[in-house]
């Protein structure tokens, strides 16, 4: 490979490269004769070669180009005008088969950008605060507060409690709460309605509901609810109507009974004669095919958002048509900002759109992190909960579920769905986080720091940051340690903190573009490559700058380290660069995220050819590099070798884009 100075001219041929000139066998590559047919006849023959032939020789082509055989060349644009010819951009199009997909900046600017803000914060109300006026309990069976959690027994939580703790959750960062039901019910969890419309008089009731929705929202906070619409419990008043009218019941078809007298009590699971959730006979089914039933759900719809609720977190939508949700989707839809969120495990872009929800709980993203950064102690059996798989992961792997993630919304019609989805590691369905990770508060810290600088609103469950741990339910569903905060882990809780006030600093990691970035190690140790893993976000301005808009620019360069010893690392921005015209060769980036170590180093210079070189990442940890600045630059040929380098992860059709200048 021959060292040539950018634009260099080789007798009546002009180079195009980056001051490289490399080879294809014997054959110079970058060396374009005047006119178009040569310029497609040398990538052609570049990019259709076998790939013996292009790693005969140094650079592996592989390597430097990020090409695979049988890739092809798109197409070649060329201008009106003569003179050499400079590649001005080169980009890697979206593909079914590498982690090379793009997600662009958030820029829908509608009634769901507080969704796009948000710090959402899940609170299982039983067990995250009694009442402050120390009136709990006293004329009521209450199992003593941080007693052991159970399946049965009630511990006293309260909405006024909630009300009380906003000061807390402020300082840690929140400012949307999801709250699991709230309804009337006969279990702690409140999954069993006996009443969609009335708040449990055990939480305080309509009053203490409407305190915290006053409280909160004067705090700039949200309050999404849960809805758990498939089912009802035995004490619903319309299933009660069943148990004591028989067929003569005006509810008669809103279950499905399949024998009269109803069997519900004291009664074997497969004797039960009515269709009900998972054979259990507390939980009969709803029949959606009785229009009093929609009819109902609607109106319950509407009532919590009529109340000031802001949004609905639909629970196992799955055991609901689907046809129905486009009409509860319309009817929330009337009140403006209305989220709608379903309870979804892995991907599920059917259930995003103008015909059903807005986002789904995330849950491919926690297990990818807890795989990844947890690999080291990880808790694989099925005692996790429901369908939510963990498994030991490299960076590779990691890549291209993260790749896979935000690609299987890509079709979505409306804004990408990647910004609206609830993005957590555990809730009330699963262990705790602490409890996978077999209580690796380090790999937890990883995880906090992947959901506070990807795209996505971050969820937070209650008592995660200040260390609970527990195993499936009922163990993950234990009362928050008020009443013991020398259990604390302040540390963790300190750590929260900062990583919660970064995310709310910087725009461009809540609404930012998201493009994984080729990172390998300085030193080329083929040890550390499965452990380091980066990416880039990047806006088009900050808040405050709104005239500067067209101009404005804001990238930041995310690299994780899951190895055990600190890294140098080089990160390749070129490919970046030149796909989004963002043009950061040059700049300066600052890292604002210095690990607890403190050996992560304190920002750089982007070189010439895009590359962060010689970054020093702490041993499990990470570094949030960012820069500002407000001109844009044309990307040029400069760009060339840089954004093509460590092409692992850029596979998939090439474009390049010729212009010819004087």
């Not at 049965?152 to 409690?161: M, N």
């Not at 419309?197 to 305080?204: N, R, S």
């Not at 005006?250 to 269709?275: A, L, R, T």
Request: glycine content about 10%; hydrophobic content about 35%; aromatic content about 10%.
């Amino acid at each position: 490979m021959y060292a040539l100075a950018p634009g260099t001219n080789v007798g009546k041929y002009p180079l195009v490269t980056n001051g490289y000139l490399p080879t294809l066998g014997r054959r110079p590559i970058g060396v374009f004769p005047k006119g178009l047919g040569s310029v497609q006849r040398v990538v052609k023959a570049l990019v259709r070669s076998p790939r013996s032939a292009r790693e005969s020789s140094p650079p592996h082509y592989s390597r430097l180009f990020g090409l695979q055989q049988h890739t092809t060349c798109r197409h070649i644009r060329r201008q009106r005008s003569i003179g050499r010819l400079v590649v001005t951009s080169i980009a890697t199009p979206r593909s079914d088969s590498g982690t090379d997909y793009v997600l662009p900046e958030s820029t829908a600017n509608d009634d769901l950008d507080w969704v796009r803000e948000s710090i959402v914060y899940q609170i299982f109300p039983d067990r995250f605060s009694r009442r402050p006026d120390g009136m709990d309990g006293d004329d009521m069976h209450f199992e003593e507060w941080g007693s052991p959690p159970s399946l049965r027994g009630f511990q006293g939580g309260h909405l006024l409690g909630v009300v009380d703790k906003l000061q807390y959750l402020e300082e840690l960062g929140v400012n949307t709460l999801y709250l699991t039901p709230v309804n009337t019910s006969s279990a702690n969890h409140r999954y069993h309605p006996t009443d969609f419309m009335a708040v449990d008089p055990l939480l305080g009731g309509e009053a203490a509901m409407r305190t915290l929705l006053d409280a909160a929202h004067s705090r700039n906070m949200r309050v999404i609810v849960d809805g758990v619409f498939n089912h009802t419990g035995r004490g619903h008043q319309a299933f009660v109507s069943l148990l004591e009218n028989g067929a003569l019941s005006p509810y008669k078809d809103w279950y499905n009974v399949k024998g009269w007298p109803i069997k519900s009590y004291e009664v074997p699971e497969n004797e039960v004669n009515y269709d009900c959730w998972w054979d259990i006979p507390e939980l009969p089914e709803l029949n959606y095919a009785d229009k009093g039933v929609r009819a109902h759900i609607l109106e319950v719809g509407r009532h919590w958002l009529e109340m000031g609720c802001d949004g609905w977190r639909l629970d196992a939508p799955f055991r609901v048509p689907m046809d129905f949700w486009k009409e509860f989707r319309s009817a929330c839809k009337e009140y403006e900002g209305a989220y709608l969120v379903g309870e979804v495990f892995g991907h599920g872009p059917e259930w995003c759109g103008a015909d059903c929800f807005d986002g789904v709980m995330n849950y491919s993203f926690g297990s990818l992190g807890l795989g990844f950064f947890g690999k080291a102690e990880l808790q694989t059996d099925t005692a996790i909960g429901g369908d939510y798989l963990i498994n030991a992961i490299g960076a590779e792997e990691f890549a291209r579920g993260v790749d896979a993630m935000h690609r299987a919304y890509a079709a979505v019609e409306g804004p990408h769905p990647s910004f609206l989805h609830l993005n957590l590691f555990d809730s009330h369905d699963t262990a705790r986080a602490l409890w996978m990770l077999k209580g690796d508060t380090c790999a937890l810290k990883l995880n906090v720091l992947m959901q506070m600088t990807m795209p996505g609103p971050p969820m937070i469950y209650y008592g995660d940051e200040i260390g609970l741990v527990g195993g499936r339910d009922p163990a993950c569903r234990g009362a928050f340690p008020w009443h013991k905060p020398e259990s604390w882990d302040m540390d963790l809780l300190d750590f929260y903190k900062k990583a919660t006030n970064m995310r709310q600093s910087y725009r461009v990691l809540r609404l930012g573009g998201f493009q994984r970035v080729p990172v390998r190690p300085s030193d080329g140790n083929p040890s550390m490559f499965d452990e380091l893993y980066a990416f880039v976000r990047w806006c088009s301005s900050e808040e405050g700058e709104e005239e500067k808009a067209e101009s404005a620019q804001t990238v930041a360069v995310v690299v994780f380290n899951t190895s055990t010893q600190p890294a140098s690392v080089d990160v390749s921005l070129g490919q970046f660069q030149v796909a989004q015209n963002v043009a950061v060769a040059g700049k300066e980036l600052a890292n604002v995220w210095q690990g607890e170590d403190g050996e992560a180093s304190e920002g750089g210079l982007v070189s010439e050819t895009g590359e962060l070189r010689g970054m020093t990442i702490g041993a499990r940890s990470a570094a949030v590099f960012v820069g500002a600045w407000y001109k844009k630059e044309t990307i040029t040929s400069s760009s060339f070798r840089a954004g093509l380098l460590f092409g692992k992860a850029f596979t998939g059709n090439v474009e390049l884009v010729v212009t010819i200048t004087s």
